[in-house]
Structures are given as C-alpha cells and as structure tokens.
C-alpha cells in the first residue's frame, strides 16, 4: 500500500502549518515505502510514500503530475487496456496507471470515476483553480481516512497519520466503542475518534469554490437482469469472470502470494492463479509459481486445541494436484497475542474491528523474506459470489410456490415434521421479524455477560434496542436481498480496512477476486436455482470448479469455520498475562465507565474453565476486551 497524506484548507484566509506534513509522514513510519514525494502549495501540502505493487508502478513518481493537474494514487487499475483504448493512447510496460488516471482525468474530470475498474485511492489537486478531487474504490479496498473541520480537510491512508495532527480532536468516540465492545457492526464510517471517520467507498469529494461535495458515483444494482440463459450457459458465463477477476490481480510486483485454507473459496482461487500462471502470463512477468500460505496446526496439537477440524488433508490435496502451487505452513507455535494486540493499536492507532493480520506476523514475515508483496484472499465469497444462496424459501413463499418449498425441504431432512417445521419458519421469516419477540431479550443478556460491556453504558448509547436492529446477518428478504445487505453490510468494510491497513505495515497488499464488481453485479442478478438446488448450496461455484478442484474439496460441506484454527493457540500461550490484564479493569479509570468489572470476572473463570477442558472460547469479545486493555489510552488512565 502506498500511503496517501494530506492537508488542504477550506478558505484561503487560513493557513496550513508547514510542520503538519512531517508530523503525518513521522506517525506513517510503520508503514514501509519505496520512495516518497512530497510537494506544497500555499493553502496545500501533499505526500505520496510509494510502495510499488504492479510491474508498472515503476515508472511512476511518488506525485504525478500531466499539465496542471497533480495526482496522488495508490493501487491498482483492473481495466487498463478498455480504458487506454477509450482515451486513445498506446498501452505499453511503462505506461503506469497513474498516468492513465490522469489522462482520463482530463478528458471525464468529475466523472472519472465511472470509468474506471479495480482497487485504488487517489487525490488529484488543480492548485490554478484551487480545486481538490478525492475518490475511493467500488468496495473500500483500498483504506482511507479523513476528518474535516470548519478550516481544513486532511486525509491518510492510515489513522494515525490524523491522530498527529495537533488540531485534531482527539476524544473516543463512545457509541464506536458500544458497538466495539458488543460486536454490533453497524456504522460504516466512524472510527475510535470523533473526528476521524473512514472515507466512504464509491464516492468521490470535491472541493469547488472553497466548497465541499459528496458524490456516490456506484452502487450494486439489485433491480438488473441477465438475459435468460440456459443453467449450463450461466455457469460458463460466470467461470470466464472468475478467471478474468482472479488474472486482474496476477498483476504484481515480484510474485504473487495467496491465502490458501481448505474451503472452496481460497482453494478455487489459488486454483486458477496457478493455471493462469501456467498458461496467461501476465505483462513483465515470467514467474509461475504462487505461494500459498495456510493456517494449520502443528501435529502435536491437531485434536487438542479447538477447533479441532484440521484441514491439512485438502490443503495437501490440492498442493498434490498444482506442482507450482509452493506451499508454506503457518503454525504459531510459541506465538502469543498480547504482542500482536499491542503492535495492532500503533497501526490503527486504536483498538481495530476486524484486523486479520493481528495473526499474520509470521506470514507476513515470510512473505517479506521472500519479496512478496501482493496476497489473494478468498475474503467476500460467502457474501455474495459465492454465497449460500439465504433466502430462497423466501422467495418460494413469496410467490406461493408452496409445493416447491415442500419438495425442495425434503434436501435438508426427511422426516416429515422437521419439514414442516423447515417450512413455517420460511413463512416466519417472510411475513414477521424476530425482533418482534420478547423472548429475544434474552440473547441481549447472554450478549451483554460475555462481552462485559456496562449496563448503564449500554443503555445510554442505545442498547438492547441497537442490538436487535443491526444483526450481523439479516435473515428476512430473498436471496438478492440478503446478499446485497451482507455485501454492503458495515462488516465487509471493516474487515477490508483494517486488514489492509494491517497487512500494510508489513508491506503487503491484499487483493479479492471474489469482490470483483463485474463478478459482483453477475452474481447478485442470477436466479437463486443457480445457487442452491435441490439441497446443494454454493451450488454455482461447485459447478464451475468441475475441472478445477478434486471433488473432495469441490463437494464437501464441513468447512470447520476457522480462519485462523491457531487463534485458540496463541490465547493458551498468553493465557497467564491475558488473566493478569483482564482483572485490573476496576482499576483503570477509563475503561470502568465502559466494562462491567463483575462480569469480568465471571469471564475470567470461564476462561480459565475452558482452557481447562480445552473447550471452546468467545474469540472476538476476548480479543476486544484485552485490545481495550493494551490501548494506549486506557494504559495511560490505570492505577
């Protein structure tokens, strides 16, 4: 990632400190670069610490600049050769995507956007006219952070970058921290700080006329239609942009990496690259080999540390069957939490939502051993491209297709009353909405003890009500309507930020097949047979990996869930320290506003009482929790 930094004033009676720049560039260190550039106008200043990602992006400067526009860019450009052909200039291995950008700049200005495909963040600054452009991707890939005043806009592609400002309030954000501390994903744009909130994905912000706009220039659109097709022919059409998404991202400086577990996602993935790499060089590049990194338990623990599913068997199957596909286990032996925490809040300068790479140091570390710098994820698959297919006894309800619903029940069970009941819950779910029901309130007790959030805290921002409003996965609506919520949900933007952001610091640049919007648009507009039928979910891609995957990989349904199976590990390593930080809560001034200290300590012996019986535990509430502990803020407030 290379990191974007700016300040630039509203009015043109304000000034702008020239120290600023460096403090932002001294609080961006953890972040490695290539090179960087900077530049300063009157009422501006800019920086661009370029780490290079494609074979292109040699070429380019740190600030480009093409007549009187300036552009700071970080990313990727997926269409690069429709775009060149549309604008009239030759591609050749030097033309970066930043010149691009801004040769379709001049030519769309505002529209620029709707032009282009792929991730990135960029900046583009007329100071002739004292006009400011700033766009972020489709899906937030890329990070960016801003925060806005009555004086000045500022912008990082990371928070700790506006933390340094002196101007900036610094003052936790307390309905953040509720939602934070109960694991409600809900607001897609606030941050730890008031001040400080993420810049929304799809949209662009101008500064015209010493005033500021807002624009969304894209959004799924759940009313499209695919011309009618054959089941066969809609599958073909979806396995030629599965290949397309995944080639886009073989474009990298060096080697490409990727995420490699036993599911079908990051197994399809890694897959394709490899045949692609046999088969479809990229530009510049004659390397074959893609090295997949996997989260697997050391032996001596398979079966002793939950989860206790291993998925060494699929991963070696597939590295079996793909010889350039270089395998590289992860086994964390001997690697705690409580450091990774600890480094997490320096780079997010905060506790962070969902921060994958909290447990990737040695991933990550392998990676920078070798010089890799880009990795592929299977990350957005179970949203929607690959979905579950949710919903579609909603649909069969809906249209009153009811013996179809009773047929297509008989897949899930036989017994005749367990189809009944299959059935009445469609309708349950169709015509009323479980918040409806008292009884519910009890999920918000058992919520409220293992996260140990305050009950006046809690209610004071909202609580149980904001609970039971913002689920983290809605199951009214078909299936185009549950996947166009979980896509656009709050929970896939954290997941991407933080973990770019995460992944960044190490110098490495996660890349998702799986959140190609063309795919995307493809998939959310297919019939909901195409995706389940007759019992068999993720019916699509099991399809169109036929001569991919082995079948035992390609038909399985017991993917254990566990994205990191050694996350238990690291909580049993660190175990003694965990305890010793969890039980001085009541001690520290800040945070007993917000925990219930008695519910801590329940906590702890239930901690202690699955260890004991290497049972499982509530991953995410303990992770928060001790996050909270280690954040600087709450360290500098203890007794």
């Given amino acids: 990632m290379s990191t974007l930094l700016g300040v630039i004033a509203k009015h043109n009676d304000v000034t702008i400190q020239p120290e600023w720049l460096g403090l932002m560039q001294q609080a961006s260190k953890p972040f ?20 290079l990602n494609t074979p292109e992006a040699q070429y380019a400067k740190p600030i480009n600049q093409l007549d009187k526009f300036y552009l700071l860019f970080d990313g990727r450009l997926d269409n690069r050769e429709a775009l060149a052909n549309k604008l009239g200039v030759k591609i050749s291995p030097e033309l970066s995507d930043e010149m691009l950008v801004l040769s379709a700049y001049k030519q769309y200005q505002d529209k620029l956007c709707q032009h282009l495909l792929g991730d990135f963040v960029f900046v583009i600054y007329q100071p002739e006219k004292y006009q400011l452009l700033i766009a972020r991707d489709h899906l937030g890939v890329r990070p960016l952070f801003i925060t806005e005043t009555n004086d000045f806009i500022a912008f990082a592609s990371n928070k700790p970058a506006l933390v340094a400002l002196p101007y900036i309030d610094k003052t936790i954000n307390e309905q953040w921290l509720a939602d934070y501390i109960t694991i409600t994903k809900v607001e897609h744009h606030s ?37 009618e097709k054959t089941d066969d022919e809609y599958i073909a059409e979806f396995k030629c942009l599965l290949f397309e998404a995944v080639k886009c991202r073989l474009r990298c400086y060096g080697e ?23 088969d479809h060089l990229p530009p510049n590049s004659n390397k074959k080999n893609i090295h997949a990194y996997s989260h697997r338990l050391a032996k001596q623990y398979q ?14 199957l597939l590295l079996s069957l793909y010889p350039n596909i270089q395998g590289h286990a992860i086994h964390s032996e001997e690697v705690g939490i409580i450091d990774e925490l600890i480094y997490s809040d320096c780079v997010h300068a905060g506790p962070c939502r969902s921060d994958l790479s909290q447990f990737g140091k040695e991933l990550f570390g392998a990676m920078q051993g070798q010089g890799y710098r880009s990795l592929l994820s299977g990350f957005g698959g179970d949203q929607l491209v690959t ?23 008989k897949y899930f069970t036989c017994n005749p009353l367990k189809r009944l009941k299959f059935c009445l819950g469609a309708i349950q779910r169709t015509y009323f909405s479980y918040r409806k029901f008292n009884f519910f309130i009890s999920d918000w007790k058992i919520l409220q003890k293992s996260c140990g959030i305050n009950d006046m805290f809690a209610k004071k921002k909202g609580y149980p009500d904001r609970y039971f409003e913002h689920p983290t996965r809605d199951t009214s609506g078909t299936v185009k309507q549950q996947e166009l919520k979980v896509i656009e949900s709050a929970h896939v933007l954290y997941r991407l930020e933080d973990s770019a952001v995460g992944a960044a610091s190490y110098g490495v640049d996660y890349r998702y097949p799986l959140l190609d919007v063309r795919l995307l648009q493809f998939c959310l507009a297919l019939p909901a047979h195409i995706k389940v039928h007759n019992g068999i979910k993720r019916n699509m891609i099991r399809k169109a990996t036929q001569d991919i995957l082995p079948d035992d990989i390609r038909l399985r349904h017991d ?19 965990i305890i010793r930080r969890l039980m001085t809560t009541a001690n520290n001034k800040l945070l007993c506003q917000y925990i219930d200290s008695d519910i801590i300590e329940q906590l702890i012996l239930s901690l202690q009482e699955n260890l004991a019986k290497r049972d499982d535990i509530k991953n995410k509430t303990l992770f928060r929790l001790v996050a909270l502990q280690l954040n600087k803020l709450s360290r500098d407030n203890e007794s």
């Fill in 32 to 51: 490695p670069y290539d090179v960087s550039g900077s530049i300063e106008f009157a009422q501006a200043i800019f920086s661009c610490q370029q780490r």
């Fill in 191 to 227: 941050s730890f700080y008031q001040e400080i909130n993420s810049f929304p994905p799809a949209s662009c912000l101008q500064l015209i006329d010493q005033k500021v706009h807002y624009q969304q220039y894209w959004r799924l659109d759940i009313t499209h239609t695919l011309t």
């Fill in 256 to 278: 490409i990496a990727s995420e490699l577990s036993g599911g079908l996602d990051s197994t399809s993935i890694a897959s394709i690259a490899a045949i692609l790499l046999n």
């Fill in 303 to 316: 079966g002793n540390v939950f989860p206790f599913k291993d998925e060494g068997e699929y991963i070696d």
């Fill in 387 to 409: 979905s579950q297919g949710n919903g579609w006894d909603i649909e069969l309800v809906q249209k009153k297709q009811w013996q179809t619903l009773w047929r297509q029940a």
């Fill in 559 to 577: 993917k254990s869930g566990a994205t990191v199976p050694t996350s238990r590990l690291r909580i049993m390593y660190d175990q003694d320290i």
